[in-house]
């Protein structure tokens, strides 16, 4: 099924410029100043990006952070089990960028969050006006955190979007997004930061080449 909701723009903390889900969550893992940066550097960044995503709305997070301080053993586990979703899912975005192969561990991986299917789903309204599908998981709280995003991923193979997943161009960027662009040609994750430095850097090489033109003696 094809995502048609989005966190609001205004959050600042993640960004969301993946357009699917699962990239979103892929892009946790990113680049900054030349440095990897992981967004989810404990569990309470996880609950806030899942809340930010609109996967958990307040009411949830609030009752996945009460169980997580009593259960903090259960909390990092399912840490480690993102940073491992996340993985997977990383190097199926970059198989998509390149046109491979998917890989059968990738699926077993899927199939594998997939399993912890035991819950209920309910459709909700949220308080601006609109209308999201949730997962409450039966039993184990945590199991069912990463469910929504394993299945964007898999949205994404059954409706045979890979080929439209790209890496940013810029060498110095870690994001990848769905280019859903009529000409297909999105080079950039954002044309607010990498854009920009990119166009920055074409004026500054342009501006170069023109003042060494300038100086040059003729013969």
Not at 74 to 95: K, N, Y
Not at 152 to 167: I, K, M, N, T, W
Not at 184 to 202: E, L, S
Request: overall charge positive; glycine content about 6%; charged content about 30%.
């Amino acid at each position: 099924m094809h995502e048609s909701r989005y966190p609001p723009a205004s959050n600042q903390q993640f960004a969301f410029v993946g357009e699917r889900l699962w990239l979103d969550f892929v892009n946790t893992d990113e680049t900054r100043k030349g440095a990897r940066l992981d967004m989810l550097a404990d569990f309470e960044s996880l609950v806030k990006w899942l809340n930010a995503a609109a996967v958990l709305d307040s009411e949830r997070s609030a009752s996945i952070r009460r169980r997580a301080q009593q259960q903090p053993a259960g909390a990092t586990a399912a840490l480690t089990d993102a940073r491992r979703i996340r993985s997977a899912l990383r190097l199926l975005a970059e198989r998509g960028a390149m046109s491979s192969e998917v890989s059968s561990n990738t699926v077993v991986e899927i199939n594998r969050v997939l399993g912890r299917s035991a819950g209920t789903r309910r459709l909700e309204g949220r308080a601006d006006g609109a209308f999201v599908r949730s997962f409450v998981p039966v039993g184990d709280a945590f199991a069912g955190l990463m469910i929504p995003v394993v299945e964007s991923a898999a949205d994404a193979l059954v409706f045979g979007e890979l080929p439209r997943v790209r890496s940013c161009g810029d060498p110095r960027c870690h994001r990848v997004f769905f280019d859903n662009t009529k000409n297909r040609r999105r080079r950039w994750c954002d044309m607010a930061t990498c854009g920009n430095r990119a166009k920055a850097a074409r004026h500054r090489e342009r501006a170069k080449v023109t003042t060494l033109s300038h100086t040059r003696t003729p013969a």
